[in-house]
């Protein structure tokens, strides 16, 4: 079975790692997402890329799904000691390796997707990551600073990590997506693809980023394969991180519902919700989206390989529709 798998960075992740232990013959490609990338320190950070090869390569620190295990953070600190930042984002001296490797190629003229190749060599992830894109996309957030009311466009990672979403997103841009290609083998792979998955990664700035990428959406939408998602909200709320703030920022309710309408059914067959919204099936067979509710909650590897099983279930039950 060929499987296609769009993903962000934990969550993605992590359902990854159940879905080779529930179907460990399968052939799977990860499209990963790029608009998270950031330069820092002179270098080229991809966090979504790096969180599937770490996670899926064994060296994830797993108690807080990303960065290195068995980090240290000396590097950082003689930055710091020096005056030169951002102190808010923090690399450790093993992660900074993997970037310090990317950054060389890329000034080699290697493309961001052989690039990624280049590192999965190292890790063996068991699966195949290619980027959404070699071109350079990154995700800015329309903010309104408190302190000054002063109304700016800052860098996702900002948004996220320093600011911890504590004010409105006002408007999410995927900067550089409308003129951006699918990396070589995206869409490929969708077209050959017994199965497409959305796991539970942020609707918006992870997978919504991706299908802004011009020819990603369009291609899921005519392979003629079951095409499933699992619900990143559990009981109206992010299982992880702050989806919701921008969710509020593109008009979608922070619902596993308003969410699979946000995909809607011209891109989605399936959509898993958690057995707490089981309320939510109805609305979203309404849409037109075949809809099961089942537990969601990614607590251990079992657990995510249950959900896995029953991504697919759902795959083939639309498929013999």
């Given amino acids: 079975m060929r499987i296609v798998v769009l993903a962000g960075g934990i969550g993605g992740a992590r359902f990854l790692r159940g879905l080779q232990r529930a179907s460990p013959d399968a052939d799977i490609t990860v499209i990963g997402n790029t608009g998270d990338d950031i330069h820092l320190f002179g270098l080229k950070v991809c966090p979504d890329l790096d969180t599937v090869m770490y996670t899926l390569g064994g060296g994830i620190n797993e108690e807080q799904g990303w960065g290195r295990t068995d980090e240290t953070f000396h590097l950082k600190e003689e930055l710091a000691a020096y005056g030169v930042g951002p102190e808010w984002f923090g690399l450790g001296d093993r992660d900074f390796a993997t970037h310090i490797v990317r950054t060389q190629m890329l000034s080699a003229g290697f493309p ?15 699966v195949r990551l290619i980027p959404m894109s070699d071109d350079r996309v990154e ?29 409105a997103a006002e408007a999410v841009v995927p900067v550089g997506a409308d003129q951006a290609k699918p990396a070589p083998g995206v869409l490929e792979a969708i077209a050959e693809a017994d199965v497409i998955l959305f796991p539970p990664s942020n609707p918006v700035v992870s997978i919504g980023t991706i299908l802004a990428v011009p020819g990603i959406r369009e291609a899921i939408a005519d392979a003629g394969v079951p095409v499933v998602g699992l619900s990143p909200i559990v009981g109206d709320a992010p299982v992880r991180g702050m989806a919701d703030k921008v969710l509020a920022a593109v008009g979608v309710e922070s619902t596993a519902a308003a969410v699979a309408e946000h995909y809607g059914s011209g891109l989605l067959d399936g959509w898993l919700v958690d057995t707490v919204d089981a309320s939510a099936v109805e609305r979203v067979e309404s849409a037109g989206i075949r809809c099961r509710a089942v537990p969601l909650l990614m607590s251990d590897l079992d657990a995510s390989a249950r959900m896995a099983r029953e991504a697919l279930t759902l795959a083939e039950e639309v498929r013999g529709a």
Avoid: M, N
């Fill in 139 to 167: 995700t800015h957030v329309a903010v309104t600073l408190p302190d000054s009311g002063e109304r700016k466009v800052i860098h996702f990672q900002e948004y996220w990590v320093r600011l911890r979403a504590s004010v």
């Fill in 112 to 126: 961001l997707s052989a690039v990624t190749e280049a590192l999965c060599d190292r890790w063996k992830p068991g």
